[in-house]
C-alpha cells in the first residue's frame, strides 16, 4: 500500500528556514495535486501550499512570498521550502496526495506528519 514519508522538520529560530520533503513508499499511476496542510496546537488544519500536476502551485495568504512548494518531472520527491519562518509557523505539517489507480480510481492519501517549531 502507498505510504507517505515525511521528513525536514524540526526546531528552527525565527528567520531561519527549513525544507519538507514527501515521498511515497509505493507507486502512484498518477498524481493529481499535492499539498501541505498544517495544524497548529488547538487550530484547525489549514492549507498551507498546493501544486498540481502541471506544477501550478497556490499558497495561503499567510506563506505567500516565503514558502515554495515544488516537486520534479518524474514525481520523485515533493517538497515544501520554508523561508523567513515565523513562530505562529509553527505546526505540525502534513503531505496530502490527490491521484488515480491504474483503473482510474481516485486515491488520497495523508502523511503522518512532521513537527515544525519556530522559537528562539
Known amino acids: 500500500q502507498v505510504q507517505l514519508v515525511e521528513s525536514g522538520g524540526g526546531l528552527v529560530q525565527p528567520g531561519g528556514s527549513l525544507r519538507l520533503s514527501c515521498v511515497a513508499s509505493g507507486s502512484i499511476f498518477r498524481i493529481n495535486a499535492m499539498g501541505w496542510y498544517r495544524q497548529a496546537p488547538g487550530k484547525q488544519r489549514e492549507l498551507v501550499a498546493a501544486i498540481t500536476g502541471g506544477g501550478s502551485t497556490s499558497y495561503a495568504d499567510s506563506v505567500k512570498g516565503r514558502f515554495t512548494i515544488s516537486r520534479d518531472n518524474a514525481k520523485s520527491p515533493v517538497y515544501l521550502q520554508m523561508n523567513s519562518l515565523k513562530p505562529e509557523d509553527t505546526a505540525v505539517y502534513y503531505c496530502?496526495?490527490?491521484?488515480?489507480?491504474?483503473?482510474?480510481?481516485?486515491?488520497?492519501?495523508w502523511g503522518q506528519g512532521a513537527q515544525v517549531t519556530v522559537s528562539s
Open positions: 496530502h496526495v490527490e491521484g488515480a489507480s491504474l483503473y482510474g480510481r481516485p486515491q488520497e492519501y
